[in-house]
């Protein structure tokens, strides 16, 4: 089964370190994007590309976050100098829109700020 | 305003009953799609049903259905003869903007937590 797939799985680090995830989206998928979801509450859309091109950013996306999709395919998302409100799982999803209106999801990336 | 409301924290129901959990939505666009997400406690989001708007037909996928209320803005999902596994958050979720365009984003509710009772 070829669905997505996040690394790490778990990522705890001090405050103020950099840390990257990486997503690869199903394979035929053009879109990809990442959401952040906090303990409680539902994914918080934060960017998405369309094959490699960053499209949208939510303004939850501080500067000190960047994303990348080199080549339309994989995507990674790197957070510079971590904060305690940076806690979260970071989750991935991909899309096949029109014909696939469903966004298939990844199992997450649990980041831990000490 | 909430674009997603799911007013349900937590629901509990016993093993082979069915079970509603509500959702309601807002929205100014005639265009829109409705999703459910089922979320254990392992973390990943599971894809359970959608529901678009100009549908007819309420949308249905074996054991879930959508109760699709379009003047009332609402898409409740069904769950028939509820099983033990069943037991995770739930998500709804709303796209707006037609299918064609838009960076077809999903807005999340803040989810209910289903327990079945053995």
């Known amino acids: 089964d070829t669905g997505v797939s996040q690394d790490p799985r778990h990522k705890i680090t001090k405050r103020g370190q950099n840390v990257t995830f990486r997503c690869d989206p199903i394979?035929?998928?053009?879109?990809l994007y990442w959401y952040r979801q906090t303990l409680g509450q539902g994914p918080e859309f934060l960017t998405y590309?369309?094959?490699?091109?960053?499209?949208?950013k939510s303004r939850l996306l501080s500067d000190r976050f960047s994303a990348e999709r080199p080549k339309g395919s994989f995507s990674t998302l790197e957070i510079q100098r971590t904060e305690q409100g940076d806690s979260a799982m970071y989750l991935c999803?991909?899309?096949?829109?029109?014909?696939?209106?469903?966004?298939?999801f990844g199992d997450g990336t649990r980041l831990s700020i000490l | 305003a909430q674009k997603i409301t799911q007013t349900q924290p937590g629901m509990f129901v016993q093993e082979k009953e069915a079970v509603t959990l509500d959702c309601t939505y807002d929205?100014?666009?005639?265009?829109?799609?409705l999703f459910w997400y089922k979320q254990p406690s392992s973390g990943e989001m599971i894809f359970l049903i959608y529901?678009?708007?100009?549908?007819?037909q309420n949308a249905t996928e074996g054991r879930y259905s959508l109760n699709f209320q379009k003047a009332r803005k609402s898409a409740n999902l069904v769950i028939s003869a509820s099983q033990l596994g069943d037991s995770a958050m739930y998500f709804c979720?709303?796209?707006?903007?037609?299918?064609?365009?838009?960076?077809?984003?999903?807005?999340f509710g803040k989810g209910t937590k289903l327990s079945v009772i053995p």
């Open positions: 394979s035929e998928h053009n879109r």
């Open positions: 979720a709303m796209r707006e903007g037609l299918r064609a365009a838009g960076s077809y984003q999903l807005t």
């Open positions: 590309f369309q094959n490699e091109a960053q499209l949208e």
């Open positions: 929205t100014s666009d005639p265009s829109y799609g």
């Open positions: 999803a991909s899309s096949n829109p029109p014909a696939d209106d469903s966004q298939h």
């Open positions: 529901q678009g708007s100009y549908d007819q």
